[in-house]
């Protein structure tokens, strides 16, 4: 059972920076596909990025793209999400993810398992 815990969450004003950090049990970050989800007070989890098994390839909400960075550390089995240009819309809960397939993916049902949650906030 693979066990994944986020870090890295917080208070940032609009405009900037947080990178949330996904720490893995095991030796597994680079044999899993990764994602994140965020779900905002009210709504349902939605995709927010995900990265293949291989690295090579990644998907993005349309909203995040160009502000967000997903990426993977092997060597320190960790996922993690470089947020940038952060906005109102931005706040939520944010989850890892980790999927035993090899490809990345948006629906939520395809990963293996999940972490517990970080907090986002951003003020506006």
């Known amino acids: 059972q693979v066990q994944l815990v986020e870090s890295g969450g917080g208070l940032v004003q609009a405009g900037g920076s947080l990178r949330l950090s996904c720490a893995a049990s095991?030796?597994?970050?680079?044999?899993?596909?990764v994602g994140w989800f965020r779900q905002a007070a009210g709504k349902e989890r939605e995709f927010v990025a995900a990265?293949?098994?291989?690295?090579?390839?990644?998907e993005y909400l349309d909203s995040v793209k160009g502000r967000f960075t997903i990426s993977r550390d092997n060597a320190k089995n960790t996922i993690y999400l470089q947020m940038n240009s952060l906005n109102s819309d931005d706040t939520a809960v944010y989850y890892c993810a980790a999927r035993r397939g090899p490809a990345d993916s948006r629906r939520s049902h395809d990963y293996d398992y999940w972490g517990q949650g970080t907090q986002v906030t951003v003020s506006s």
């Open positions: 990265l293949s098994r291989s690295g090579l390839s990644t």
């Open positions: 095991e030796r597994t970050v680079g044999t899993y596909a």
